[in-house]
């Protein structure tokens, strides 16, 4: 008994199409979200910067920044008269760089200067070390939100277009059949 392929509808995009539009949306999803998370830190960070409030904290250890890569920050705490804990990064460096890596740990228990701002979430505040100056660079990461935001608006237009092609419901150009 044969099978009547002509009543059988056929997927445009298919299992792994479907799949992989939603990985490519989701991983800019993901993106998008941690840039305005990061923009948002940014302007919070630049709002303590912009008040001048500074207190003296002390460097407490290093912390790895990237396991790949073997880099570091130098964390310094401070803890207020309330117990709200500031913890920031005050430097960088390398793990490849023996001497810098050296010179670093021997500057735990080291006082630097850290602006305060806003309790964040808990009992955690918001911090920027003095010593890394007042650029913050909040536009950088509303840019690449702004970008990811637009690619997952391409990409549903582009599925659309394919859509309506694959269906041919354009209004303005029929295939010929």
């Not at 993106?31 to 709002?47: E, H």
């Not at 409030?53 to 407490?60: D, G, Q």
Request: net charge positive; proline share 1%.
């Amino acid at each position: 008994m044969m099978k009547d392929k002509s009543n059988k509808r056929i997927s445009p995009l298919g299992i792994k199409g479907s799949i992989l539009f939603t990985i490519v949306n989701l991983i800019f999803i993901f993106v998008a979200t941690l840039m305005f998370v990061s923009y948002s830190d940014c302007l919070k960070i630049q709002k303590a910067i912009d008040n001048g409030v500074t207190a003296e904290a002390e460097i407490v250890y290093l912390q790895n920044r990237s396991l790949s890569r073997g880099t570091y920050n130098l964390i310094c705490r401070y803890i207020d008269e309330n117990g709200i804990l500031y913890e920031c990064a005050c430097g960088s460096g390398s793990y490849y760089d023996y001497t810098q890596t050296a010179l670093d740990e021997q500057r735990i228990g080291e006082k630097v200067e850290i602006y305060i701002g806003e309790i964040r979430h808990g009992n955690q505040g918001i911090c920027w070390a003095v010593s890394y100056g007042k650029d913050v660079n909040a536009k950088t990461q509303l840019a690449w939100g702004i970008v990811c935001v637009c690619l997952i608006f391409v990409m549903f237009v582009l599925l659309t277009l394919y859509l309506l092609c694959f269906y041919d419901k354009f209004p303005f150009a029929k295939r010929k059949k």
